[in-house]
């Protein structure tokens, strides 16, 4: 199962406190560049998959989405969604990504924010995916950029490959990356973006834009603390069609 971090009281809690959590799309740097890649919604059947608080769900219905389903594993999370939404044509199921269940060609998008990284088994959920989408339908989603994501464990790895040590926070080493990112023990699935896109392509995916997300000049101009996102992207966008 999914790691439930985001009903921890103390995470909720910090979470909540977040640029994004508070302004919503608004809030969030990567968001016009995620928009860009969004197709017309009007008339669209849409899924959310980490909804978290709704932003999106409601985004989509304000743009005459025909139907939004909002999925998250967080019952605070679907809580304060469900509170802030009023649209009919919005609704909200609890699941784990990790054992989704979808009926069969039922979305013209998959949507999805910062969530995937979470996942273990993502073989398994593009399966899924792939299978509730509409022909022609759109999966796009973002991901904490592989190569941000890597360097979180301080401890070494070694391996017996010819007295070599590897340090566990080396890209190519994939698989459980730990931090304390608002609490203890967070868990998420680093994959370098080789194996993400390969994924993708195997799982019956068309790729049709990849992003590496950094601040533009004028990104830096009104936010001078994005800086340091220039050293190393923090985010990866990828639009794909079936």
Known sequence: ??????????????????????SGLAGAAEWPAVRALLPELRGLDVIDLGCGFGWFCRWAAEQGAASVLGVDVSDKML???????????????????EKLQLPEASFDLIYSSLAFHYIEDFAGLLATIRRAL??????????EHPIYMAPRQPEWLTEEDG??????????????????????GVVKQHRTMGTTLNLLIKSGFNIAHVEEWSPSDTDLAAHPDWVIERERPMFLLISTRT
Do not use: H
């Not at 809580?79 to 609890?94: H, K, P, T």
């Not at 040590?165 to 080396?170: S, V």
């Open 134 to 143: 509409k022909p022609g339908g759109r999966l796009i989603f973002s991901i």
């Open 163 to 184: 007295g070599k040590t590897w340090p566990l926070n080396a890209y190519q080493i994939e698989g459980k990356r730990l931090t304390n990112w608002l609490a203890e």
């Open 1 to 22: 199962m999914t790691q439930n971090i985001y009903d921890d009281p103390g995470f909720f809690e910090g979470y909540s406190r977040l640029q994004r959590s508070v």
């Open 79 to 97: 809580g304060r969604a469900c509170a802030e939404s009023e649209n009919s044509r919005i609704r909200y199921e609890r699941a784990d990504l």
